[in-house]
């Protein structure tokens, strides 16, 4: 009788645990697409000349947000992302999706800009300037298996924010794709 009770509440509390427990939601591994564009191209940040060079798609579990980054660095692997985000300087962030959902040649509908500039003070914050409307993301192909790269194009016209700076952007885009807990 005490076997069975034992075996009962064992059985119990594995069968809660995966309920009560944060569920890790990776990304679908899926290839779509076919494309060989690479990254080039830029803009203005802040009223200076951006380049890129490098840039990441980052799926977060912990969010289920999907974003991507476009550096001035080059060679931004996902191991080292972290730390290139934070690189005194500017950055492109978009948020693209809070699903695993993208339309393979069609524009993502309503990416959302976010031109960052953070300063080598750490003390001042890192300036944000952020868009909702206008831009344009279209992915060309998607491979998101281990060291699997996204590819496609990212438009955004150039015009005055609100903080009176200039910023805008036109250019493709050879992303390595991530996946983070934070």
Same mark, same amino acid.
């Given at each position: 009788?005490?076997?069975?009770?034992?075996?009962?509440? #064992?059985?119990?509390?594995?069968?809660?645990?995966?309920?009560?427990?944060?569920?890790?939601?990776?990304?679908?591994?899926?290839?779509?697409?076919?494309?060989?564009?690479?990254?080039?191209?830029?803009?203005?940040?802040?009223?200076?000349?951006?380049?890129?060079?490098?840039?990441?798609?980052?799926?977060?579990?912990?969010?289920?947000?999907?974003?991507?980054?476009?550096?001035?660095?080059?060679?931004?692997?996902?191991?080292?992302?972290?730390?290139?985000?934070? #690189?005194?300087?500017?950055?492109?962030?978009?948020?693209?999706?809070?699903?695993?959902?993208?339309?393979?040649?069609?524009?993502?509908?309503?990416?959302? #800009?976010?031109?960052?500039?953070?300063?080598?003070?750490?003390?001042?914050?890192?300036?944000?300037?952020?868009?909702?409307?206008?831009?344009?993301?279209?992915?060309?192909?998607?491979?998101?298996?281990?060291?699997?790269?996204?590819?496609?194009?990212?438009?955004?016209?150039?015009?005055?924010?609100?903080?009176?700076?200039?910023?805008?952007?036109?250019?493709?885009?050879?992303?390595?794709?991530?996946?983070?807990?934070?």
């Amino acid at each position: 009788m005490k076997r069975l009770v034992l075996a009962l509440a #064992v059985l119990t509390l594995v069968a809660a645990a995966p309920a009560a427990a944060r569920i890790d939601r990776a990304f679908p591994r899926e290839r779509l697409g076919v494309s060989l564009t690479v990254t080039s191209g830029g803009g203005v940040v802040a009223g200076h000349p951006y380049a890129t060079r490098s840039a990441a798609v980052v799926w977060s579990r912990r969010w289920n947000t999907l974003t991507l980054y476009l550096f001035r660095r080059r060679k931004v692997t996902c191991r080292g992302l972290v730390r290139a985000v934070q #690189v005194p300087g500017h950055l492109i962030q978009i948020h693209v999706a809070g699903s695993p959902r993208v339309h393979i040649t069609r524009p993502m509908a309503q990416p959302q #800009v976010a031109f960052l500039t953070v300063y080598r003070d750490r003390s001042k914050p890192t300036h944000v300037a952020g868009l909702k409307h206008g831009a344009k993301l279209i992915f060309e192909s998607v491979n998101s298996y281990p060291r699997g790269v996204w590819r496609g194009r990212f438009t955004l016209p150039t015009r005055v924010y609100g903080d009176g700076l200039i910023y805008g952007y036109r250019g493709t885009f050879a992303a390595r794709f991530c996946q983070v807990k934070r």
